[in-house]
């Protein structure tokens, strides 16, 4: 990179008052991307950027991929679409085989949709409709958990906690049904000396005691990210705690969500993230999303579970939901091609081991540095947190921009990171995601992690 592209951050940008495109910022715009390959993207000013965190954690395979493009052309050769309802495609049908093959943890039905934010209102809604079948209807209480994020839908939104993206739709659109409880946020929550076991049996007897406080009977679905995302920036869970959720669930009848949207197909080492989470451990309901078509094209899904199935084959026989563009044939197809790249080339191993590496790296890295207060996360997908004090975790005041600081000073220096803010409270906190794709090389890698410090670097010495 020339030094005149590490002086032009946003020299790709137009006047953000000329654009007719309603950006999420109405007074800037971002740069122009003109191309993408691997691990790099293009800007209109002609500066590459290494691809650190795959747009949202999508771009899975990196960007470009032959077999993916080819895949897409010959759907669109055949079929680009057909209205679901009615028929189907062997795109859609293939995809739903190569995802369930062997009946994996009972899942054995897909439901595809373009977006996580459908997926999460499916799953609710397939919830929902599973105990009135189940002549349970009294159960309409939804339980989650603070610090996450569901999608950006009403019905998505309702159940996350993303509280800035909540605000301007309080008391007037999102859904009164929904209670919350801790999340898994042990580099806060977790009490000095306390155990990761008891830490782990604090936070299933809360989940205990907010069920039987609302009535277990009412309650129709808990939902959680195995690996929290965007919101608090990749938290885990200790260990233990989702075989307490799954008991306490089965006791109660109530349905588990686990929303893999994010940190699901391969993201943190695995193919589904909940693997890791013990014996005994599965989803009724699981969404998947970003790394399902590696942003391809748009395409998300809801993995149901053969006793939610069975229950609405003997009742009804149909799920009462449906989208114009579900189960789209080019979508399916381009996701059925990424899915099998990522077989042929061992890439979910390859993430778990160079997971290892990164987190290491990571870790030497900036465990040391002044305001870095935490780093977590499994497998290609890092969190970061920043804090003003180590010794007491506060938190910088919003009006620093701690995090945006570092996207700047990373863009500058040619890295996209992905930037959190509000992690602690949803309005004081500041994290970034570091989330590359799976088949990233081990130079690149190596240059995330160098051009992270760089900028971490440059920022730490303009902070008073």
């Known amino acids: 990179m020339t030094n005149n592209d590490r002086d032009n951050l946003t020299n790709g940008a137009t006047d953000w008052n000329t654009s007719h495109v309603l950006h999420n910022s109405l007074v800037s715009q971002p740069p122009t991307v003109t191309s993408a390959s691997g691990t790099f993207i293009t800007l209109c000013t002609g500066q590459t950027v290494l691809d650190g965190c795959t747009g949202a954690a999508v771009a899975c395979i990196g960007h470009g991929n032959v077999d993916v493009q080819t895949a897409v052309f010959e759907q669109m050769s055949k079929v680009c679409y057909t209205h679901t309802v009615a028929f189907t495609t062997t795109a859609a049908e293939d995809l739903a085989d190569l995802l369930l093959e062997g009946n994996t943890y009972g899942l054995s039905r897909a439901f595809f949709v373009c977006s996580g934010s459908e997926a999460t209102d499916s799953a609710l809604k397939l919830a929902r409709q599973y105990h009135v079948e189940n002549n349970q209807p009294e159960r309409t209480r939804i339980v989650a958990r603070r610090r996450a994020f569901h999608g950006n839908t009403v019905g998505a939104m309702s159940v996350g906690s993303h509280i800035a993206r909540r605000a301007p739709y309080e008391g007037a659109l999102l859904l009164d049904n929904v ?166 080339d061992n ?86 995601i570091i989330a590359p794709p799976y088949n990233a090389s081990d130079g690149e890698l190596t240059s995330i992690v160098s051009l992270l410090r760089e900028a971490y670097e440059a920022v730490e010495k303009r902070i008073v």
């Open 179 to 344: 209670s919350y409880v801790s999340p898994t946020y042990a580099y806060r929550d977790q009490l000095e000396g306390e155990s990761e076991a008891a830490y782990t049996e604090r936070l299933v007897q809360e989940l205990d005691e907010e069920f039987r406080a609302l009535g277990p009977e009412t309650v129709m679905a808990f939902i959680s990210e195995p690996v929290g995302g965007a919101t608090a920036g990749c938290l885990t869970a200790p260990r233990g705690y989702y075989q307490g959720v799954r008991r306490l669930c089965d006791k109660y009848g109530i349905l588990l969500i686990l929303d893999e949207v994010m940190c699901g197909t391969g993201r943190t080492g695995t193919f589904f993230a909940f693997e890791q989470e013990g014996d005994g451990v599965y989803p009724d309901l699981l969404t998947l999303g970003k790394g399902l078509g590696g942003g391809y094209a748009p395409i998300a899904g809801v993995l149901a579970h053969s006793k939610v199935i069975d229950v609405l084959q003997k009742g009804t026989g149909t799920f009462i939901h449906s989208f114009t563009y579900q189960a789209h044939g080019v979508s399916c197809a381009a996701a059925l091609a990424v899915q099998k790249v990522l077989r042929r």
């Open 347 to 432: 890439l979910v191993l390859r993430c778990a081991a160079k997971g290892k590496w990164l987190e290491d790296a990571l870790k030497t890295t900036f465990n040391e540095r002044k305001y870095v207060g935490d780093i977590r996360g499994k497998g290609l997908f890092w969190g970061m947190e920043f804090v003003r004090d180590k010794s007491t975790k506060v938190p910088f005041a919003p009006e620093v921009g701690f995090t945006y600081k570092i996207v700047e000073e990373a863009l500058r220096r040619g890295l996209c990171v992905y930037p959190g803010a509000g992690t602690v409270d949803g309005a004081r906190g500041d994290h970034v």
